[in-house]
């Protein structure tokens, strides 16, 4: 993922390092925090990695009092007033770092654990939060650099932590299931996507515009480089039940070593194409063109996957649009004009392909059961509109469930990068029964959740930038006071 969420397209820049820990101190984030930020006391004694009791919930404010939603599992919801979670009725269960900044609240895979960054833009400093829900207890441990983004390993013993080099590109750490690092390396790159192989410890990376595996997580040195791809994707995604990945390719099969000014080539005279990689031979299914910004999302069973893919505009015939971007030395942006485009459905053993709305879709996610798909677009044609929409597609019939302005956190920190997000169960409740997200009101940026098949309306829970629903429902304790 980009520092600062910005797409870098010179292969010049592209190079995997593997460095020690960055000694420097973490670059300011841009996120405000209350000027008497006292991060140990907001959460536990002392520094370091720290056990302690669960702090009384906050009191709830700015609740709208609106129709209960169903959904079972735990809600968790973060911003400037820090993270709590919720029931899909409202209803606060826990609640920690009150009007402290809370960001990236990542549930563990078995929904057993959360791990968050907690921010302190006037010390510089930002902090990895842990809480497992089945106690109540919450850890602590300082972070090497402000992570914009986490991801948990299968078996919840490592976390893959994403946040600003010290040499402006993005670096990786690995950390333990306490949020303390697990190992002295990081690497580091121009820009970084990453996902975990399904049930395994692997590790796929794309870092710049180069496709790597890394087999042992606590030993990042040493890995497996399939060669340049180039930038038309961002999160490559695993096929479930297999030891395949879907990738996009600008580059023609490039042979690894081939020179920067090659690749330009072969990416000025070759469409992007969607490819499916076995992990372990190597062997390479072809399964179609692809786009100049393409979103995957494989479905459960691993049987077909949707893809949003954008059309080339005509500067760009003939080839990806970042092909005149690198000959020309300019960063490609990031997304193309707004709804010119599609969603489609490959059939991943055929390449068969189904579209199933002309719009670029923003966000991809499958239900947790595998029977519908949630996509995110733009709710206008209009640029100048801030509004998202909401459809579901549920194999047959697409339907619109909402519009909503999305907050600005959601839309520029976690909208923008959708396929990395989605890697892991984020939106939907562990029923696939209702969806939850952060929006604007006409006052406060919320929690907010819609439910599927209902009348489309969105009930807001509390002030949040982003929510993000448990994959799994698991019943907490009640919270002991004191």
Known sequence: MPSRRRLV??????????????????ERTSVPAPTDADLES??????????AAAPAPATETARPSVDPVDGRGLIAASGPTGLRFLRSDGSEVFAVAADQVVTQPTWSRDGSRLAATLLDPNRGEAWVIVVDVTTWDVTTAKASRPYFFYTWS????????LGPSPTGGTAADILDGTGAPASGL?????????AWEPGGDRLLLHAGHGLLLVNDVDSPDSHHDFGPVGFDFQAPAW???TGDFLYVDSYAQAPIGTEPEALVDRSATTTPQLLRRSADSGEITELG???AFTLMAVHPTGDRAAISVAELPPAAAGGSLEAAALEAGQPAQAEPS?????VQIVDLATAERRTVIDRIGLWLEWSPDGERLLIGTSASDDRESVGLAWYIWDGNELSELARFAPTATFFRDYVQFADQYTEAPRLWSPDSTAIAFGAQTADYAVSAVAQVGGSGGVTALGLADVSFWSPVDVDPPPVQPG
């Not at 907001?42 to 056990?51: K, N």
């Not at 707004?338 to 599609?342: D, E, I, L, N, P």
């Open 239 to 241: 096929v479930p039940g």
């Open 9 to 26: 397209t010179r292969a010049a820049l592209c190079a995997l390092l593997v460095l020690a820990s960055c000694a420097s101190p973490p």
């Open 338 to 342: 707004v709804g010119a485009g599609s």
């Open 289 to 291: 063109p692809a786009g």
């Open 186 to 194: 990081s690497l580091i790159s121009q820009s970084l996507f990453v």
């Open 42 to 51: 907001a959460l536990a004694p002392g520094g370091g990695t720290t056990s």
């Open 154 to 161: 299968y078996d919840g013993s490592r976390l893959a932590a």
